[in-house]
Nanobody
Framework: QVQLMESGGGLVQPGGSLRLSCVAS????????MSWYRQAPGKERELVAR????????NYADSMKSRFTISRDNAKNEVYLQMDSLKLEDTAVYYC?????????WGKGTLVTVSS
């Protein structure tokens, strides 16, 4: 079955950096686009970034375009989110996502807390 497992979250000061990872299993990773979403307390889940199967097409939410970088390693079945210049408002649970056969699949999420 499809499994997505995020890691790399934690507590970081404003202006700091974190790198999130997501390990995928149960499907042909290289055949599907991958996404990162986040959900802040009291808010709806929102798209952070999306990457195509080969990594050649990438989309970011406008507020994160200049600070976040999504990448993938198809040999390792992993997708990454490098987050720089973190802000207080980046505090959220970050989720790995893929869409297969008309269904969304989600990891359990990893918590990122930006605080001084």
């Amino acid at each position: 079955q499809v499994q997505l497992m995020e890691s790399g979250g934690g507590l970081v000061q404003p202006g700091g950096s974190l790198r999130l990872s997501c390990v995928a299993s149960g499907f042909t990773f290289s055949a599907y686009r991958m996404s990162w979403y986040r959900q802040a307390p009291g808010k709806e889940r929102e798209l952070v970034a999306r990457i195509s199967t080969s990594g050649g097409m990438i989309n970011y939410a406008d507020s994160m375009k200049s600070r976040f970088t999504i990448s993938r390693d198809n040999a390792k079945n992993e997708v990454y989110l490098q987050m720089d210049s973190l802000k207080l408002e980046d505090t959220a649970v970050y989720y790995c996502n893929t869409w297969i056969g008309g269904m969304d699949y989600w990891g359990k999420g990893t918590l990122v807390t930006v605080s001084s």
